[in-house]
């Protein structure tokens, strides 16, 4: 099996963090599960992710002082395996792990995902737990000295065939669940591994372990790197051993955030592909923050939304739910569903920035065959704000990663019979002026997304 196999579009689906925490149970689980596969499945939207922390019995316990707790209640077998903590996921007190969860996703035509932290559990290395199958044990694993700066469970593993029976371990037992995806935190970027001065992002030798376990276990295992920023100059590596990485910390409701994504969108411009996807990280709409202490509504407008997704989708980001879905409203759930913007997300389109500043940036998107052009013009201003891009400045549009190539854009321009307005949802015929130039009046943090076909 090959790794970038496994997504042939970029990963869509839900999960827990934005609105649980460390505290989601099973039945949240499923319910959000229920609430995908009945009102988001048809709009590509298959994976249900339950986020950190899920082998804790104790989550949440001292939520103010802790957002992990040291040296915590979790739950762990005779192998130093961490397991789902039957307190919140009582389908797993028989020993089996996620495995009935996962079939119950399974069943609704979904495919289901866990969050893990690099490494190994700390006490399994001080307990000496035997690692299943070998003559090893956890403190011959276990690298001491290599510790996550925000979360105290995990010791890191060092590179060895100690290290790799150990992966290939824990990996064999997640496919043995059911598990379709992987979110690995601490690995992707951080601030503890400095190397003579050089950024180094955490857990290279480790990225490969996993990479490697995952191509042995006989399940495609989607791999999903966390947190970032992920270092363009190494955009190789990413795309040799995961199929997503974060270009981003932790994305949050805040147009500053939101603003700043442009800049790392075209910072990874043109370096999306098939079973590669950098990853601009969940979607914060809806109810969000239970887990934190209280929830609340999005901070995000609708034109900030509308922004959000349709960067998302036009750049080639997955689409990662962050809210509790079932209580999305019928106006959120339409952003979510926009039928006509989702045709990029199938895996036969790419993005590429036309041009950006601190007032506006243009993004387009064309389908491999060569039959369909969307352009989506954003104001990043605080007022609304009329943009004008050239047809001519679309189509020569080009990158360094990737040249979308001007004369398949021209094309489509010369072809096309219809624009629409993906958000306003309307169209009309083609004109000798759009073949020109589009010149379009665009809302405080706002966009247009025209669809040529």
């Not at 352009?375 to 679309?394: A, M, Q, Y």
Request: some cysteine; proline content about 4%.
């Amino acid at each position: 099996m090959n790794i970038n196999d496994f997504a042939k579009r970029p990963p869509m689906g839900w999960n827990s963090y934005d609105y649980y925490d460390t505290k989601v149970t099973e039945d949240e689980v499923k319910a959000n599960a229920d609430y995908l596969a009945k009102n988001l499945k048809d709009s590509g939207y298959e994976y249900i992710v339950v986020d950190i922390e899920w082998y804790s019995n104790d989550a949440g316990r001292v939520r103010d002082v802790y957002q992990y707790i040291p040296f915590g209640e979790d739950e762990m077998d005779e192998f130093g395996r961490l397991q789902p903590s039957p307190v919140r996921f009582p389908s797993s007190a028989d020993g089996s792990g996620f495995k009935h969860l996962a079939d119950y996703v399974h069943s609704l035509g979904l495919k289901f995902g866990i969050h893990i932290m690099r490494g190994i559990a700390r006490q399994a290395a001080h307990n000496r737990c035997p690692i299943h199958g070998t003559n090893y044990t956890a403190d011959q694993v276990a690298d001491a000295w290599s510790i996550c700066g925000w979360n105290p469970d995990m010791y890191g593993v060092k590179p060895t065939e100690a290290g790799q029976a150990y992966y290939d371990d824990l990996i064999r037992m997640y496919a043995d669940w059911g598990v379709d995806f992987i979110k690995c935190d601490d690995i992707c970027d951080s601030f503890l591994y400095p190397d003579n001065g050089r950024i180094r992002f955490s857990g290279y030798e480790e990225t490969k372990m996993i990479h490697r376990a995952i191509e042995k276990c006989g399940r495609e295992i989607v791999l999903s790197l966390s947190p970032g920023p992920a270092h363009v100059d190494i955009d190789f590596f990413y795309e040799e051993n995961a199929n997503m990485w974060r270009i981003t910390d932790d994305f949050w409701d805040d147009w500053k955030l939101l603003k700043e994504m442009f800049w790392r969108c075209e910072t990874w411009n043109g370096r999306t592909s098939k079973g590669n996807y950098p990853d601009c990280d969940m979607l914060p709409l809806g109810q969000l923050g239970y887990g934190f202490g209280a929830e609340r509504t999005s901070n995000f407008t609708p034109d900030e939304i509308k922004t959000m997704m349709s960067l998302w989708s036009l750049f080639g980001s997955p689409l990662m739910i962050g809210a509790e879905l079932t209580k999305l409203t019928s106006e959120n759930l339409s952003y979510l569903t926009n039928k006509e913007l989702l045709k990029v997300m199938d895996g036969n389109h790419t993005g590429l920035q036309v041009r950006r500043s601190d007032e506006e940036a243009v993004w387009k998107n064309t389908d491999d065959k060569g039959t369909e052009l969307y352009v989506g013009l954003f104001n990043l201003t605080d007022s609304e704000r009329e943009i004008t891009c050239s047809i001519d400045e679309i189509c020569l549009a080009k990158t360094s990663g990737r040249d979308m190539g001007e004369d398949v854009t021209r094309k489509i321009i010369e072809q096309a019979k219809i624009v629409s307005d993906v958000w306003a949802h309307s169209g009309r015929e083609v004109t000798a002026k759009d073949r020109e130039s589009i010149t379009v009046s665009v809302p405080a943090h706002g966009v247009v997304v025209y669809h040529f076909q």
